[in-house]
């Protein structure tokens, strides 16, 4: 059974850091792409960032230059590094795996884990 299970979030001022991480379990993780999504107050489910078994990278526009997602195959292990945060940042981030590259959402989820950025 696949498990994803997020880490890392917080309550951070605007301006400031956080890295997430998403530890993986299950089948093979280094054969899938993995995502973040991410869903503010109010607001659908939306794309963040995708990394590819090869370590290609892709962001959401609103994300682009402050976000990196990276990944470690031998410790199952995606992260999220958000650097420069916003309030508008402030979301439950999930991670995913095998999102398409159309950007769509794989089938499995972690249960998110929350940050807040301050203004």
């Known amino acids: 059974q696949v498990q994803l299970v997020e880490s890392g979030g917080g309550l951070v001022q605007a301006g400031g850091s956080l890295r997430l991480s998403c530890a993986g379990s299950?089948?093979?993780?280094?054969?899938?792409?993995m995502g973040w999504f991410r869903q503010a107050p109010g607001k659908e489910r939306e794309f963040v960032a995708r990394i590819s078994r090869s370590g290609g990278t892709y962001y959401a526009g609103s994300v682009k230059g402050r976000f990196t997602i990276s990944r470690d195959n031998a410790k199952n292990t995606v992260y999220l590094q958000m650097n420069s945060l916003k309030p508008e940042d402030t979301a439950v981030y999930y991670c995913?795996?095998?999102?398409?590259?159309?950007?769509?959402?794989?089938?499995?989820w972690g249960k998110g884990t929350l940050v807040t950025v301050s203004s």
């Open positions: 299950g089948r093979t993780f280094s054969g899938y792409p």
């Open positions: 995913n795996r095998k999102p398409g590259s159309d950007l769509t959402p794989g089938n499995y």
